[in-house]
């Protein structure tokens, strides 16, 4: 997979992750904020587990708890205030 195609596949995954597991991104600002975003992207582009993450997301509900395989249920815990 091309290294674009790979951006955008995982851009989508990790914008549906955060959605369905109610990350606020308001909750926090700036730099703690950007450092968390710029950390998640990398962690999720390194990820090979798209096909679970896929699955995942389409089945899981509004709210749900992270997944145990996501590279970024902690800070995704975090920005949701499950932490």
């Given at each position: 997979m091309g290294l674009l195609r790979r951006a955008d596949r995982h851009s989508r995954l990790m914008g549906e992750m955060m959605r369905r597991t109610g990350v606020?991104?308001?909750?926090?600002s700036g730099l703690v904020l950007?450092?968390?975003l710029r950390a998640a992207?990398?962690?999720c582009m390194g990820?090979?587990?798209?096909?679970a993450c896929?699955?995942?997301l389409a089945e899981a509900q509004d709210g749900a708890e992270p997944p145990d395989?996501?590279?970024n249920?902690?800070?995704f815990r975090r920005l949701s205030g499950r932490d």
């Open positions: 606020d991104l308001s909750r926090e950007g450092r968390d992207t990398a962690a990820c090979d587990a798209e096909q896929a699955h995942w395989f996501c590279r249920v902690d800070i």
